[in-house]
């Protein structure tokens, strides 16, 4: 397996060489034969070829996030819909759970949700704190947490 040249920053822009792609249409073209390998690096696999490319943090970026408010009516069960950099929606829920990590040098929360195949979406910082201001609190095992139901789950966000 060879090395393609193919670089994702922790912003989701793709570069290849060093030079940033910045035609969309081919972006999504790649997104969909990218896959998470068994050693946790990345690759774009066709049929007839197979190559590692780089990523810096997470794959995708989440710029948008919102309620579907066709569903049900109970809080629980209504649907967080997110949106990433390459306009693939998903559905926070039991398939596709929010995670919250905290940056080791600096105390950070990192929120990510997974996309599906093992690849990542890191929550932008503007997104996260819109679904902060969102937010409900819930008591787990003597401790205050913030976070969001989406299809029934309670995705933690956070303790208070």
């Known amino acids: 397996m060879g ?7 922790r912003d989701g822009t793709w570069y290849h060489l060093g030079t940033p792609i910045n035609r969309l249409p081919l972006v999504k073209l790649f997104a969909t034969v990218l896959h998470r390998d068994e050693d946790g690096g ?4 066709t049929p007839f070829e197979r190559g590692r490319i780089t990523v810096d943090d997470a794959p995708f970026t989440i710029v948008e ?5 066709t569903g049900s009516p109970d809080v629980t069960n209504r649907s967080l819909m997110l949106r990433t950099n390459l306009d693939r929606i998903v559905a926070a829920g039991p398939e596709h759970r929010i995670r919250v990590e905290t940056n080791p040098e600096n105390g950070e929360p990192r929120p990510y949700i997974d996309t599906g195949n093992g690849l990542d979406a890191l929550i932008t910082r503007s997104v996260f704190y819109d679904l902060v201001d969102q937010a409900v609190t819930l008591e787990r095992d003597g401790e ?9 789950i309670f995705h933690e966000l956070g303790s208070i």
């Open 42 to 45: 990345y690759s774009l696999r």
């Open 144 to 152: 205050t947490v913030l976070g969001l139901w989406s299809d029934g």
């Open 3 to 9: 090395d393609y040249g193919i670089r994702i920053d």
């Open 65 to 69: 996030a919102w309620y579907d408010d």
